[in-house]
């Protein structure tokens, strides 16, 4: 199976400030590559596809990037609504996995 | 609109079992390929079993080989889990979601929650 190590497990951030989330693969998954953003007893949406399109009405200050075992998840602008959980799954092969997730939190 | 219902969920005794129902609408069921997912309580994501568009490919997590089985109804655009042997770890909020082409899976359901307790 195919391990995603995603990172940080936490960060807490200002409004307005840069975050960078990092996830990489146990082996190359090109750019087999998914980012989702979970809010607390909702079903997760998804936020980057393809390892860097952004899904359709997704704002533009988030960004993915990366190929083969190492991706980013970049938000330029951290704004209040973006507090959650966010994952990285790769879907190169099967069982599909995922990051451990990171909490994102609004200072 | 991309819509994707869950059903079936609840509580269930270990051992037993539940069938549940994803019903799609909004675009052509027959051309994507189909997932189902889970989060236990508290838990990150887990993947636990795709099929294709017309089901000739299907692939299970080792966590629910053997116990769980997916298909799906084109004509009725549904989509199912067979789960038996439930054990009181698949106690989770179960998702359907549609695949992305290129990676991911692009649309998801609001979930149902199966509780295996005695």
């Known amino acids: 199976d195919i391990q995603m190590t995603q990172s940080p497990s936490s960060v807490s951030a200002s409004v307005g400030e840069r975050v960078t989330i990092t996830c990489r693969a146990s082996?190359?998954?090109?750019?087999?590559l998914a980012w989702y953003h979970q809010k607390p007893g909702k079903a997760p949406k998804v936020l980057v596809y393809g390892a860097s399109t952004l899904s359709s009405g997704v704002p533009s200050r988030f960004s993915g990037s990366g190929s083969g075992t190492d991706f980013t998840l970049t938000i330029s602008s951290l704004q209040p609504e973006d507090s959650g959980n966010y994952y990285c799954q790769q879907a190169s092969s099967f069982p599909y996995t995922f990051g451990r997730g990171t909490k994102l939190e609004i200072k | 609109e991309v819509q994707l219902v869950e059903s079936g969920g609840g509580l269930v005794q270990p051992g037993g079992s539940l069938r549940l129902s994803c019903a799609a609408s909004g675009f052509t069921f027959s051309s994507y390929t189909m997932n189902w997912f889970r989060q236990a309580p508290g838990k990150g994501l887990e993947w636990i079993s795709y099929i294709s568009s017309f089901g000739g490919s299907i692939y299970y997590a080792d966590s629910v080989k053997g116990r769980f089985t997916i298909s799906r109804d084109n004509a009725k655009n549904s989509l199912y889990l067979q789960m038996n042997s439930l054990r009181a770890e698949d106690t989770a909020v179960y998702y359907c979601?549609?695949?992305?082409?290129?990676?991911?899976?692009?649309?998801w359901g609001q979930g149902t929650l199966v509780t295996v307790s005695s």
């Open positions: 979601a549609r695949d992305v082409p290129s990676g991911g899976v692009d649309y």
């Open positions: 082996q190359g998954i090109s750019t087999w």
